[in-house]
């Protein structure tokens, strides 16, 4: 993706990235964390990507703020890329995702149609139905997303 993104920094001990989205309501820290949440049936850790406003000095994530610094895109390019860099660093992950809200999980499947072409060089995204995974498609709506790296 050729995208602008913000410069983040990755704490690889505990699988996190901190950046700066900066626009007219000033400098606002975004985390980005990815939690052990599961293991597919081949023992693959399955991460789930957490993502907001850094709250505080305790490292606590308010993932339904909306900040409204008009930067949508930057940021989620930004949040794109550290998925790039996870995959990277451990491997063989599967990245899970869900927006906190409805419309934050629309939002996710729009930018994922919008790239799928240039997503599906390096990775196989399900989505999830009523019905179970399924390989990511357009026109179909899901609750969650789930990203492996493409053999």
Known sequence: MDKEIYNFT???EDATFQFDSIGP???IRKLISY???DRMDDGTPVLNLAFGDL???DQNISDTV???NPDRDKVLATVARTVLQIIDSYNKVGIIAQGSTPSR???YQISINAY???IDEYFEVKGLTDKGWEIFKKGTNYSS???TKKV
Do not use: D, P, Q, V
């Open 25 to 27: 309501k000033g400098k």
């Open 145 to 147: 997303f789930l990203a």
């Open 55 to 57: 709250e505080g000095n």
């Open 10 to 12: 990755f704490n690889k």
């Open 105 to 107: 999980t629309r939002l």
């Open 66 to 68: 909306i900040s409204n």
């Open 116 to 118: 799928k072409e240039e």
């Open 35 to 37: 939690i052990l949440f």
